[in-house]
Structure formats: C-alpha cells, structure tokens
C-alpha cells in the first residue's frame, strides 16, 4: 500500500543527496543549510535519522517527530524517515547495516551526508562508520536486503508540502536492486578537524536556523537539562558564530563544513575559487 498522496511516479524519483545522522535534529545542526541550498537549486534531498531520538533529557520520540517533520518542511526537504534504531545505543551491527543499505536502494542517492568519524557521542560517530560500510553493502549485487522487518523504518510525519512515507512502500522492488552513491562526504561540525571544503549557506542561514528551532523540545528554556543544554538567547550567537568562522575560511559569510577522503580533482586552474591571499 502507497503512502497517501504519493504517486507511482513520485515514487520512483531517486534522490540527489540523502543526510544520515543518528538523532533528529543532527542534520539541521551540521548541514541543513547545505540540504536547503542543495533543494531550492532543484535537487531532491533526504534525511534518514537512525534513531527516534527517545533517549533525549528533553521531549519524548513523539514531539521530535512532529518537530522533525516540520524541520523538513522548512529545508525543502522531499523525504525523511527515521530508523528504529535504539536512541543512545546505536551499534554497528549486521542487522542495522542492512536496514541502512535497504533504504540506500530505496532512496538511491548520489551524494551521501553522514557525521565525521570521531566525536564525542558514540551515537555519532558510529553513525559514521555504520553509514559508510551500509554505502558499500548497497552496492553488492547478491545482498538479500528484503528480508529486513517491515517495521525498520518510520517515516515522519509528512507536512502538506513534504513527500514522505515508509521505505518500504516507496518501491515496487524494495531493497532488491543494488546501488551505491556516487560521493560520500562528512559533515565535520561537531568536531574540531580542518574541512576539505565548505558551503556557502549565506542565503540559507536565516531559514537554516529556523528548522532548528523547530525543535522546541529541545531549544526552548526549561529545568530539564539547564546545565546541558545553552539559554535560548545564547543559541543564536553560538550557531552563528560557528557559520561566521567557516564562511570566513571560505571568504563568505556563512558556511558549513564537510570533509572527503578523496583527493580532488581540477579541470580549470583559473576556475578554483577562495583567493590564496
């Protein structure tokens, strides 16, 4: 059965760029200004977050899939959907790999966003390694994907103008056609590491901050977790500044960083962009 308002032909669509994260609102924190540019220059982009975010100090997995759904809207984004993955517990196991590589086949990605590989919550940066070995699965022309639970993902809560439902749904061939993105690259803003490049978000920045503060939950003033999480007033000044930093290493106003383990490559010399002095 179709998810309702989507039709045959919407379903069949592959996406751009697809973010994987391990909670609901990482995406929106380390790259949603990338999605946004990524989407208003007519790329289809997606987010899959491995966990529903049930272990968090605040809010319940409920209210993050409401704030997450409208997050979505606000980046322009043509899909989410949300693993089943335990919150805080996310391991790099046989199992979770293939309900990654399933919705990789679903999905079919070129670009593929996922967190740096090392930081300070485990849940991130074993996102990282699970993301990539998922990416490399995919692509094995004998990996039986089909046999995953039906359940392994659950889609957010779509808006009017979000087109979303459950992977599973999403293709007549679910899981069974291999396919692996063209490019991996790492969204390294949770971790102090030198960016092989940055995007520039200037025109996003403003909209890029409003789909973070989507999650109320989370950003809002309450007792829960005061000494985790930073005042309402001081978020702004904190997100910006990081934007600042990495636009000023691009020689722009506002940029998000990202980094690949591949060497570059160049056609044009004249063609290269940030001045050298």
Known sequence: MSAPGIS??????????????????????TCGGTLLKMAERG?????????????GTRGSAEDREREAAEAARVLKASWRG???IPDGRIENTWENKLKVARVLREQ??????????????????????????????AGLKKLDCSATVPAAVVADVP????????????????????????????ATLYYDVRPSFVVDISEQFEARFASLMAYKTQFS??????????AHKEIRNRVEAMARFYGMLGGVEYAEPFLQKEVGLVEDLLMIPVKSI
């Open 108 to 137: 079919r990605p070129r670009v593929v966003i996922l967190p740096y590989w090392k930081g300070r919550h485990p849940d991130h940066y074993t996102a990282s390694t699970l993301g990539y070995e998922a990416c490399f699965l």
């Open 221 to 230: 003033d309450q007792e829960a977790g005061k000494d985790l999480f930073p």
């Open 82 to 84: 949300a693993l089943d």
């Open 43 to 55: 790329y289809r982009t997606g987010i899959l977050d491995l966990t529903r975010g049930e272990m």
């Open 159 to 186: 808006p009017a103008t979000l087109r979303a439902g459950r992977p599973q749904d999403s293709r007549q061939d679910a899981g069974a056609t291999p396919h692996r993105p063209f490019k991996i690259i790492y």
């Open 8 to 29: 045959s032909s919407e379903k069949i669509q592959p996406l751009d760029v697809l973010a994987i994260a391990a909670h609901r609102d990482d995406v929106e924190q």
